[in-house]
């Protein structure tokens, strides 16, 4: 895991997605609620580098399953102030079971 986390934070595509599975796999997937604001606060790199990977991972999902203009629509409702309704509005379901069913996807 630890050359994982170093070719993830070089900007690795295939490293990043491959910590993710691990992750997922060894059951240490960030939730998602935790995934907001910076990740500077995070007192170990190895979940930074994880926060940063899944983050990627998780925004590809929702652009691959539901679109580049849905995504666009969630940002724009986004500026509007609370995300969960965003979200709801954007893609039709809550974060958690996006997160969810990305998560089986893995």
């Known amino acids: 895991a630890a050359n994982l986390v170093a070719s993830a934070r070089r900007g690795d595509g295939a490293s990043a997605d491959a910590l993710v599975r691990s992750a997922a796999a060894d059951g240490r997937i960030i939730p ?20 940063y990977a899944q983050s990627r991972s998780f925004c ?14 969630y940002l724009d409702r ?10 709801q509005e954007a893609f039709g379901t809550g974060l958690a079971e996006a997160a969810e069913e990305w998560t089986r996807g893995l």
């Open 32 to 51: 998602m609620e935790q995934l907001s604001g910076s990740f500077v606060s995070m007192a170990d790199t190895g979940q930074v580098a994880l926060a």
């Open 60 to 73: 590809r999902w929702l652009r691959e399953r539901h679109g580049k203009y849905t995504v666009r629509l």
């Open 78 to 87: 986004l500026a509007g102030g609370d995300s969960s309704s965003a979200f």
